[in-house]
């Protein structure tokens, strides 16, 4: 069911978190650990890894979002460049963490998944974690998208619209989903 909101992006954001909730209970809900921490090679990231990826990186913007959802933002000195400086960061990532893989690149140490510290019950806390973050984008409804400037969790240099930072976590999100899903589409993937 649709609501009215005041930024009209939102809504296809919930909608597609929704699509991407529904697609990771379908596809990945029913695996084993096993099947869930298999990696295809060294140094490529299994379907849990790929999942935890997208939760520690979206947990980084949740600070910022909250500052946002309440009240309390206060733009920081780098955030108050002119808007041609955050547009660039902003349409430059936006097209590189999208959904479609243009070229491959190593994340940043900030955004690796937690290693020792990978949940058994992944899909439940990455479908939970999804849903926090559409509660947060609605808590920040109220603010114009355009011109509140977020800055990236790697760099205090790099900052961007509001606005493009939500296209970048949907997007990004879809992007790991399909990396998980190359994961289990992969002929040597345990059949149980």
């Keep these: 069911m649709s609501q009215s909101f005041h930024n009209v ?3 296809s954001h919930l909608d597609k978190m929704e699509e991407l909730i529904a697609e990771v ?19 490529q990231w299994s379907i849990r ?4 990826h997208i939760m520690t990186t979206n947990k980084l913007y949740y600070p910022q979002f909250d500052k946002i959802a309440d009240g309390r933002y206060e733009p920081a000195f780098w ?3 002119p808007a041609f400086w955050h547009n660039f960061w902003g349409r430059q990532l936006v097209e590189y963490l999208g959904p ?7 994340s940043p140490a900030v955004f690796k998944p937690t290693a020792g510290r990978l949940s058994q019950h992944i899909v439940k806390d990455f479908t939970d974690s999804l849903k926090l973050l559409t509660r ?20 205090r240099l790099v900052t ?11 997007g990004h999100a879809e992007r790991h989903i399909n990396q998980a899903k190359r994961v289990k589409q992969d002929p040597h993937f345990p059949t149980s």
């Design 160 to 170: 961007y619209s509001l606005y493009d930072t939500l296209q970048i976590v949907v």
């Design 136 to 155: 947060k984008m609605i808590a920040m409804d109220h603010v114009n998208h355009t011109s509140v400037i977020v800055t990236s969790p790697v760099s």
């Design 100 to 106: 479609e893989v243009k070229r491959k690149s190593k």
């Design 49 to 52: 890894e790929c999942l935890d």
């Design 9 to 11: 992006n939102i809504q």
């Design 25 to 43: 209970n379908n596809v990945f809900g029913d695996l084993s650990a096993q099947q869930l921490g298999w990696k295809p090679a060294k140094g």
């Design 79 to 81: 955030q108050k460049m």
